[in-house]
Each structure stands twice: as C-alpha cells, then as structure tokens.
C-alpha cells in the first residue's frame, strides 16, 4: 500500500519521538524485554508507531526488522574545514579532592568502589600505599562543537572532555586515579549516569579495572589503582616483569554493562600512553620512535606524536543534534566521520616523520585505512609498528591497515617526500550495515575521505629511527608452554541476541563462567560459524598471541594483540598466560552493540591451586 508522503513523514516522525522517549528512560535490553517492547526474539515490538521506524523506509533493514544503517542521511556538514584537534595532557595533582584514599573502599566518603586493593596487601614491597602520583578526572557533561555547520552537542566527557585528556605515565611508576562521577541527572536523550572506567588491556588488578558491574552512581567517586608494572613481575618474570610484554598505547573508556555503547558514543573515552627507557617518547633516546619532548616536561604533549581517535556518528537530519538508536542490534554505522572529535579536520604536518596513535573507538564500524595522494589517487605506502597498543617485533611496511572496534595501529609516516602537498586517511573497507564488513575493498578514491594532511614545505630536523632500517623492538614473548586448560568459545547469533556458547551475559555480572589458575597458561579457540557477522573480541587483562587461524594472517597479526578480529567463519586459536594478580574480567565483543545485547562473559583468576578446565565454559 503507498502511504501519502505527508503521512509517512508524520508516521516517521512520530516513530523516531517514541523511540526517543524510550531511549530517554533509560531502559536496558532486558528492562525493554520486560516490559514488551522486545519479542522473543529480541526485536523490536511492532507497535505504538515504532514500527515505521523499524521496519523498512527509514532504514535499511538489517533483516528481520531489526534495523540497520540509516537511509536518512546526517545533515551535511563541510570537510577539511577545522584543524584537528591535540588532547591535552592529564596534569598530576599534589592532593586528591575529597578524603584521604584508603585500600578499602571509603564507603562512607562517598566511595564507589566494593573491593579493597590488592596490589597494596599482597605486593607490600612493590607497590607503596597510597601512589606517590596522584591524578583526579571528572566526568561531567559539556557542550562541544563538532563541526561548524552543527549545532553545540551535549556530550558526557572525562573533565568535560571529547575525547578525554591523554593520559601520559611510565612503567614503573604506580599511580592513584581518583575518578569522580559528577554526571547530570537528565541525559537528554541517552546515556546512562552511573558508570564504569576500563584502562583497555591495562595490567591492572580486578578492583582498578573497570569491571562491567563495579559502576559507581553520580556524586560518588572511584580511587583506581594502576601499577603500570610489566606483566610477569609476580610469577615468570620477577621481580620486574618483561619487558617484551611492554604495552604502549592504550584508551580508558566507559564499560558500564547494557549501556556501554550508549555512554562510549556520548564521548566517555580518552588515550593512555604508556612509556619506559625504550620507548621514550624522544626521538634521540631509547628505539628513537618519532617524537620530540614539550619544554613543559612530561606532561606536556609530544610533538610528532600524535594519537588519533577514529569515531562514526549519527546525527539527526532535522535537529544536528548526534543521534543513538537503541533499536539497531546489528550495530551502529554512522555516516559522519570524526577524529579526536571533529568531523573529517586537516592537520598541516612537516614534511618529516611523525608517529600516529591511531584507535578505533567505534562504536561499530571497521577501517580499512589507506594513505592516499587524491589528486592522482595513488596509494602512499607507510610503516606500521604496533597493533593493540604493542609493538611489533619490527615495522612493517604496508599500503593499508585494518583496525576493528578497540583495536589501535601504531604507524610511521614519513612526509619528507610529499612537502607541499595534500594528502588524505582513506577508509576503503566497504561496510553497509553494523554486522561487520562486506569483505570488498573499493577502489582508491571510492571510499571515505576521514582526515586531511597538509604537509608544509619546511620542517623542523628529524633524528627519528627510519623504519626502513629494520630496527628491532620488543622480540615476541615465548608461546611454547603447555596449556594448563584449552577453552573454546563460539560467538554466535541467537533469539536475535548475541551469545557465547549459546548464553547471554547476565544483567549483574554474579556468576563466573570459568576460573583461571594464576600464572598459568591457556589456549582459548574463537569460532564464528556465520558469515553475516564479524566479531572484534576482547580479552581483558593478558594480551593475547594467534597460534593458528584457519585464514590467512596478515602480516601484522604476528603480534600481541587486545582484540582478536574474528571474521566470517574464521576459527583461531589464541595463546594466553594470565599472570600477577587475580579477581573477575569479562570477555565479549568490542562491536559495543553486540556487547549491550550481552555478547559478554565473566571469568575470574583465582590463586593456585584452584582453577577449573571447562573445556567449553
Ligand atoms: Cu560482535
């Protein structure tokens, strides 16, 4: 039946505001399956004018109703317009606000926390209670500009930050975060106000970690504890880890469970750099990585050094006000493309080599990044020297690089041929809904031109390391010890949920699907059957290497790695040693949607000799 226009705008209209108010309750999946908004399975209700919106014109179904990329295009917005954006740096306080931190939660201050630390009863020799470096952040709501030709958005952001201020530290310094929840009661429209912070694959105790189930309400604050201590200190590699574990770039980012997509879009994330007497963060010392320390000392951004965080976004085409759609299962695609916050901006660059930090903060959607001369559309081929915030035994040299959700690509460019010219990040990967990838590549000029670089015509001296030169970093950690237990988890779709092993994550995160023994090793397989959907999954806690994958491994996939790139029927076997401390971590896919929709899992470690071998948990 054709529907008069005037009528189907109406009706659309009337959908999106009903799914708004939803929305704006807050309501969770499974509050939503209680109060007969979802089928069983797991789609959207038809009724009460959400269908219109769900099933079809509006959006491209993703099949079975359950939405899908929007056909209703974001308002137009000008590229290459505003300069791109340099957090800066998270400052050391020299006293927290508030009382004095404790080991055990300080309950009665109007602390969140449930656990004490453990770092500080059973590592009394390592690490000195409270940490000599003592930081504090607010989480807060401000108005920020993402494009000139939008209006201000509300966002929630770390000090009132998108994305949030970098957070410099160095191995071997512990530290103390305090991290205040001074959210709003209203978030006009989504979001959830009590929240979680997770330092994605940090080695940090279970309590500091940003557990899916230890969020603390608005008005209460969170003491982390983060020892930025070499994996292996307690066990393999005492007493001061090893340093082929060393970790580099990292992001903290909200992990509330059912509302992680909805608070990580509204703009709760920020980088974390982590630094030693190797990687430096000054190009005359240590691996000599591009990079050249501020006069202000430490805290200070480093030049040529640059983090980049890639986000989509949806906005509403009547309003410009940035857009959630709790009813997309599949996962989110936005069709505005941001770095550090601004839609698609240009950075003038010398013509010499810089370090890029680059991160896929999602919340759905995968890169396949290309450096491309757009005037003559060739391709300018680059190094990469990490994946997951680790670094590569050496750079590789690629034309392109693949990052899924919470992945980051460490790469060198080097200019110093290009000055005078322009030159584009190009995102070739073709990907028309949030199930994952197509698997084609378009072709060179076809895809998404998401940040501009200018490169000048004279710079300053450049004594980094040239890639070219094959310089080694860190060697691969040993992967031939015996598995004290083998796992294998299947990643799959069912009653249009996204499940482990056919189960959902439970709502408060209670019960333990399987026990690690501390300081052991295991060798867990993912498997996904399908080739609708691809899976980002994310081990916390312990990088993880790729023994074996029944498809090819790109070159940059011999590794460590945070996140494993599960692809259509791809089965791969990952090798772990879960070492020092102990406590519960979750696993779950990354594709923040599907961890919302309870992709999602917990696991403990628990002190020798316990433990379990559940083979398929
Ligand atoms: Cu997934």
Same mark, same amino acid.
């Given at each position: 039946?054709?529907i008069?226009r005037?009528?189907?705008k109406?009706?659309?209209a009337n959908?999106?505001?009903n799914?708004l108010?939803i ?7 499974r509050?939503?399956?209680?109060a007969?908004l979802?089928?069983a399975?797991?789609?959207l209700?038809l ?7 769900a099933s079809?014109?509006?959006w491209?179904s993703g ?10 295009p974001s308002?137009?917005?000008r590229a290459f ?6 957090m800066?740096?998270r400052?050391?306080?020299a006293?927290?606000s508030?009382?004095?931190?404790t ?8 602390e969140g ?6 770092a ?7 690490f000195?209670?409270?940490a ?5 952040t607010?989480q807060r709501e401000a108005f920020?500009?993402m494009?000139?030709d939008?209006?201000?958005?509300p966002?929630w952001g770390?000090?009132?930050q998108?994305?949030g201020?970098?957070h410099?530290a160095?191995y ?7 991290n205040?929840n001074d959210?709003?009661a209203?978030?006009r429209g989504?979001?959830m106000?009590?929240v ?9 105790p ?5 557990f ?8 209460? *604050? $969170? ?7 070499l994996a ?5 590699h005492?007493?001061s880890g090893?340093?082929?574990?060393a970790?580099?770039t990292l992001w ?18 920020g ?5 030693n007497?190797?990687?430096?963060g ?5 691996f000599?990585?591009?990079g050249?320390p501020?006069?202000a ?6 030049k $040529? ?5 890639l986000?989509?976004?949806?906005f509403?085409?009547?309003?410009g006000a940035?857009f959630?759609?709790l009813f ?7 069709d ?12 003038e660059v010398?013509p010499?080599?810089y370090r890029?930090r680059?991160?896929n903060?999602?919340?759905?959607? *995968?890169?396949?990044?290309?450096l ?14 990490g994946t997951?915030?680790?670094?590569l035994?050496?750079?590789i040299?690629?034309n392109n690089s ?6 980051r690509m ?6 110093r041929?290009?000055a005078?010219?322009t030159l584009?990040?190009?995102n070739r990967l073709?990907?028309?809904d949030?199930?994952g ?7 060179a ?5 998401i ?5 000048k015509?004279t =710079?300053?001296?450049?004594?980094s390391v040239d890639?070219a030169?094959n ?15 083998s796992?294998?988890f299947?990643f799959?779709?069912?009653n249009?949920q996204w499940?482990?092993?056919?189960r959902?994550m439970d ?6 699907r ?5 300081n052991?090793?295991? $060798?867990w397989?993912?498997e996904n059957k399908?080739d609708?959907?691809m ?13 074996s994958?029944?498809l090819?491994l790109?070159t940059?996939?011999?590794?460590r790695?945070d996140?494993m790139?599960?692809q ?10 879960f070492?020092d401390?102990? =406590?519960? $971590?979750?696993?779950?896919?990354h ?5 919302d929709h309870?992709m999602m899992?917990?696991?403990?470690i628990?002190?020798?000799?316990g433990?379990d071998t559940?083979?398929?948990p």
């Amino acid at each position: 039946m054709l529907i008069p226009r005037h009528r189907e705008k109406k009706s659309l209209a009337n959908a999106r505001k009903n799914r708004l108010e939803i929305i704006k309750a807050q309501l969770s999946r499974r509050e939503m399956m209680k109060a007969g908004l979802l089928g069983a399975g797991g789609y959207l209700v038809l009724k009460n004018g959400l269908s219109q919106w769900a099933s079809g014109y509006a959006w491209a179904s993703g099949g079975g109703g359950d939405g899908g990329t929007p056909i209703t295009p974001s308002p137009p917005t000008r590229a290459f317009i505003e300069a791109l954006p340099i957090m800066p740096i998270r400052q050391p306080v020299a006293a927290l606000s508030g009382p004095a931190p404790t080991i055990a939660p300080n309950t009665a201050g109007g602390e969140g926390r449930t656990r004490p630390h453990q770092a500080f009863g059973s590592y009394p020799t390592k690490f000195t209670f409270p940490a000599a470096l003592k930081f504090e952040t607010h989480q807060r709501e401000a108005f920020v500009s993402m494009s000139p030709d939008l209006p201000p958005q509300p966002i929630w952001g770390f000090d009132g930050q998108w994305p949030g201020p970098t957070h410099y530290a160095r191995y071997g310094q512990d530290l103390l975060i305090r991290n205040f929840n001074d959210l709003p009661a209203d978030n006009r429209g989504f979001g959830m106000n009590s929240v979680t912070t997770h330092l994605h694959n940090a080695h940090t105790p279970s309590e500091s970690d940003g557990f899916p189930c230890d969020f603390f309400a608005r008005g209460k *604050f $969170y003491d982390h504890h983060y020892p930025n201590a070499l994996a292996g200190f307690g066990s393999t590699h005492g007493p001061s880890g090893d340093i082929n574990e060393a970790l580099g770039t990292l992001w903290y980012h909200d992990h509330r469970v059912d509302f992680t997509a909805q608070n990580v879009y509204k703009g709760l994330a920020g980088f974390y750099c982590l630094f030693n007497n190797l990687d430096t963060g000054n190009e005359t010392t240590g691996f000599r990585l591009p990079g050249v320390p501020d006069s202000a000392g430490f805290f200070a951004p480093i030049k $040529y050094d640059v983090p980049l965080m890639l986000a989509d976004r949806v906005f509403d085409p009547s309003t410009g006000a940035l857009f959630f759609d709790l009813f997309n299962f599949d996962g989110i695609l936005g069709d505005k493309f941001l770095v550090n916050g601004k839609i698609q901006p240009f950075f003038e660059v010398e013509p010499r080599r810089y370090r890029f930090r680059i991160l896929n903060s999602g919340p759905s959607r *995968f890169y396949q990044l290309f450096l491309t001369d757009q005037g003559s559309n060739t391709q300018i081929p680059f190094y990469q020297i990490g994946t997951d915030g680790n670094l590569l035994p050496r750079p590789i040299q690629v034309n392109n690089s693949i990052v899924a959700v919470a992945q980051r690509m460490e790469v060198i460019i080097d200019f110093r041929n290009f000055a005078g010219k322009t030159l584009y990040f190009e995102n070739r990967l073709e990907q028309i809904d949030g199930r994952g990838p197509t698997g084609n590549t378009l072709p060179a000029g076809a895809g998404n031109f998401i940040m501009q670089f200018r490169v000048k015509s004279t =710079g300053a001296a450049d004594n980094s390391v040239d890639p070219a030169t094959n310089p080694q970093f860190y060697a691969l950690p040993n992967k031939t010890t015996a598995a004290r237990a083998s796992r294998r988890f299947r990643f799959e779709r069912g009653n249009g949920q996204w499940q482990i092993n056919g189960r959902l994550m439970d709502g408060d995160c209670s019960a333990p699907r399987f026990q690690v023994q501390q300081n052991s090793v295991e $060798y867990w397989t993912l498997e996904n059957k399908s080739d609708g959907w691809m899976h980002p999954v994310h081990i916390h806690f312990e990088e993880h290497q790729i023994m074996s994958q029944n498809l090819p491994l790109l070159t940059t996939d011999v590794s460590r790695k945070d996140v494993m790139r599960l692809q259509h029927r791809a089965t791969a076997q990952l090798f772990f040693r879960f070492r020092d401390f102990i =406590g519960r $971590y979750p696993f779950h896919c990354h594709n923040v949607v599907h961890e919302d929709h309870a992709m999602m899992l917990r696991w403990d470690i628990v002190p020798a000799p316990g433990g379990d071998t559940n083979s398929q948990p």
